[in-house]
T-cell receptor
Framework: AQSVTQPDIHITVSEGASLELRCNYSYGATPYLFWYVQSPGQGLQLLLKYFSGDTLVQGIKGFEAEFKRSQSSFNLRKPSVHWSDAAEYFCAVGPWSSASKIIFGSGTRLSIRP | DVKVTQSSRYLVKRTGEKVFLECVQD?????MFWYRQDPGLGLRLIYFSYDVKMKEKGDIPEGYSVSREKKERFSLILESASTNQTSMYLCASRPDGALSYGYTFGSGTRLTVV
């Protein structure tokens, strides 16, 4: 069955430090992969996506993610976090047909230490 | 700017009431989705629709129904609200055929059932 695992429920990093949020997936074929961000009280905003080509993808707000097929991972990174990056981050996989759905991980909450 | 609009940001309803959550998108998307979001559980799919008057159950449809009479509007109905339906509800949409597109989300409706 298709699934997405975000092993870290909550991460705290210092402002200006680097960030890596982990995401592992289980999927039968080359997946479509996404990272979304949710600011407090808001809906989800697409940060970046991967579906083919270069395995390092750039997104908005200075984020990037690397697809590693051998590790079934799609980790999100940022070289230097800002206080405004405090939010919840969701990794997602799919869809695999035009009438199907995306599967979301359970999310990682990011806090920023001043 | 394309948009998914949820009619209410906050709702407080009484146990046993029939509750309607409305979602409208202006992007001519075929697919629309209702999720609920609870701490530690991520996003769970309630229902989705891939065409007018078409609907499919998601992972947690019990206690909910949906209506899609027009392409742009997808309504979630709580037939008899219960306190365990207190949650954040997120609507999303996606165009058909663009599998890499990802979802566009609304800002969410935080429902409290008392």
């Amino acid at each position: 069955a298709q699934s997405v695992t975000q092993p870290d429920i909550h991460i705290t990093v210092s402002e200006g430090a680097s960030l890596e949020l982990r995401c592992n997936y289980s999927y039968g074929a080359t997946p479509y992969l996404f990272w979304y961000v949710q600011s407090p009280g808001q809906g989800l905003q697409l940060l970046l996506k991967y579906f083919s080509g270069d395995t390092l993808v750039q997104g908005i707000k200075g984020f990037e993610a690397e697809f590693k097929r051998s590790q079934s991972s799609f980790n999100l990174r940022k070289p230097s976090v800002h206080w405004s990056d405090a939010a919840e981050y969701f990794c997602a996989v799919g869809p695999w047909s035009s009438a199907s759905k995306i599967i979301f991980g359970s999310g990682t909450r990011l806090s920023i230490r001043p | 700017d394309v948009k998914v609009t949820q009619s209410s940001r906050y709702l407080v309803k009484r146990t046993g009431e029939k509750v309607f959550l409305e979602c409208v998108q202006d992007m001519d998307h075929e697919n629309m989705f209702w999720y609920r979001q609870d701490p530690g559980l991520g996003l769970r799919l309630i229902y989705f629709s891939y065409d007018v008057k078409m609907k499919e159950k998601g992972d947690i449809p019990e206690g909910y129904s949906v209506s899609r009479e027009k392409k742009e509007r997808f309504s979630l109905i709580l037939e008899s609200a219960s306190t365990n339906q207190t949650s954040m509800y997120l609507c999303a949409s996606r165009p058909d055929g663009a599998l890499s597109y990802g979802y566009t989300f609304g800002s969410g409706t935080r429902l409290t059932v008392v």
